[in-house]
């Protein structure tokens, strides 16, 4: 019954499981960023904000 936890304890197992984890965290942050017009459109409009002056 503990066998697939020993799985998990051999590194050459954990590797190709922790890309493709990473893998997959990347292209939901893509489709996040990208997915909706609007969003992207917001995200867009803040690209400036760190060029902008403070008025005094």
């Known amino acids: 019954m503990m066998d697939w936890m020993l799985w998990f304890t ?3 197992n954990t590797k190709p499981l922790s890309l493709v984890i990473f ?3 990347f292209c939901g942050i ?3 960023v990208f ?3 609007k969003r992207g459109e917001r995200l867009e409009s803040h690209k400036n904000i760190p060029l902008q002056d ?3």
């Open 35 to 37: 997915g909706s017009k």
């Open 10 to 12: 051999r590194f050459e």
């Open 23 to 25: 893998f997959l965290v």
């Open 30 to 32: 893509l489709f996040y």
């Open 54 to 56: 403070d008025e005094i």
